[in-house]
């Protein structure tokens, strides 16, 4: 039940045949003037099954992901992805967007604390590229959510997941392609955690005039637009980028690898 009600809440980003990425955004209880947790992405799937069993309304959507295929990098898709997860929140007439953001440059030093990432940053007067996309939309950077996501497995899992043994690795801890942290090991318990730090970012909407009719199974075409997870495919909106970004790619499927999830 809880995926057939999130599925209403993904899209696809087409162009023709070709998938370029996802978004999934969940239903949440947190008022877009709240304090948001530090437990981010996690707590933001416990609210959204608190707004499922009615024990309290939505009032904002929250992004749990945005993936897009590595060939669309400088296409500016990131952007126009927010601006339709902002679209999405206003036609269901609530108070805005949060975001657990996955700052992109956090990568090339896992290990760094994320309040220091951030901090460096604002000492060059710089900003990070995928929280820059967000403030310039708009968005407003609300703190860090410090134990935003946590994942603790087998080394077998691991190893499955990353290609890396970590039977192999020296030390306490490793690190994974793409990793915003290191993995901490338990070795006497053959265990890997991974505890993730977001960075909390509010869309906030002015109310909509019109309250437009939840968009399930509907296909969005932006052909004739000029603003510039996974769900049962039934109740995923596909948004079709075909006259907006040029002739279509020419590889015909793509693997997984071939995506960033920021």
């Known amino acids: 039940r809880v995926g057939l009600h999130v599925a209403s809440y993904a899209h696809l980003l087409m162009e023709g045949d070709e998938v370029l990425g996802r978004t999934v955004t969940v239903p949440v209880t947190w008022s877009v003037e709240d304090d948001l947790p530090a437990r981010g992405w996690d707590a933001a799937i416990e609210s959204a099954v608190e707004v499922l069993l009615s024990i309290a309304p939505a009032r904002c959507t929250c992004a749990l992901e945005v993936t897009l295929h590595r060939h669309t990098k400088g296409r500016g898709l990131g ?9 999405d929140a206003a036609a ?11 700052p992109t440059g956090k990568s090339s030093d896992p290990r760094q604390p994320m309040e220091d990432y951030l ?16 403030e310039s939309l708009g968005g407003e950077v609300a703190g860090v959510a410090e134990l935003s996501m946590t ?4 080394f077998e899992s691991w190893k499955s997941w990353t290609g890396t043994d970590p039977d192999e690795v020296d030390g306490a801890e490793m690190t994974v392609d793409g990793g915003r942290a290191p993995v901490l090991l338990d070795r006497g318990n053959r265990t890997g955690t991974y505890v993730e730090a977001n960075v909390w970012c509010k869309h906030r909407l002015s109310p909509p005039a019109v309250s437009v009719p939840e968009p399930v199974g509907a296909e969005i075409d932006l052909r004739d637009q000029t603003d510039a997870g996974t769900g049962d495919s039934t109740a995923t909106a596909e948004i079709d980028l075909r006259d907006r970004t040029g002739g279509a790619p020419t590889e015909a499927e793509a693997d997984l690898r071939d995506f960033d999830s920021v």
């Open 79 to 87: 952007g126009e992805v927010l601006k339709l997860l902002r679209e």
């Open 92 to 102: 269901r007439s609530l108070e805005g967007v949060v975001v657990p953001v996955r």
């Open 119 to 134: 901090a460096g940053l604002r000492a060059e007067g710089r900003t990070d590229p995928w929280l820059g996309v967000h």
């Open 151 to 154: 994942i603790s497995a087998t």
